[in-house]
């Protein structure tokens, strides 16, 4: 097979395609991104074991002579691997608490604003222009 001028290019390209997802696997494995056996992340290191299935079978059809079989086994299960590994990394739930910083603030700060709502609506903090020496209608007051 040509190489185009540069050493191991194969290599280096099966290598980088495959690295990712050896990586997000062993990191699943490690619990870097939830509980090792949740049923997503077992699903995650499934498809990207897929995926390097697929880049080993694609790896193998520069050293055989007929590489048709490999080629047609071995592209569907890397597509399959990479692209399942990928919209489980995005949308499943273990994954999104990278991302979730920001809704969790939203919602502290609206528990907040309930919180004091209801404080108010009961009495206990006073709020603007409602404390002690105060007149319902806004005349006189505290050192008027």
Do not use: C, K
Request: charged share 15%.
């Amino acid at each position: 097979m040509e190489n185009w001028g540069i050493p191991y290019a194969v290599e280096l390209y099966f290598l980088a395609l495959a690295g990712p997802l050896v990586a997000g696997a062993l990191m699943t494995l490690a619990g870097y991104h939830g509980a090792p056996r949740h049923p997503v992340n077992r699903m995650y290191v499934g498809f990207a074991a897929g995926g390097v299935v697929g880049a080993v079978l694609l790896y193998a059809t520069s050293f055989v002579a007929t590489p048709g079989v490999l080629a047609v086994v071995g592209a569907p299960v890397l597509f399959l691997g990479v692209v399942g590994a990928a919209v489980l990394a995005f949308s499943a739930s273990p994954w999104r608490e990278f991302v979730s910083w920001w809704a969790d603030d939203q919602q502290e700060r609206q528990e907040r604003q309930e919180r004091q709502d209801r404080q108010d609506r009961q009495g206990r903090s006073p709020g603007p222009g409602r404390g002690p020496g105060t007149r319902p209608d806004g005349a006189g007051g505290a050192g008027a």
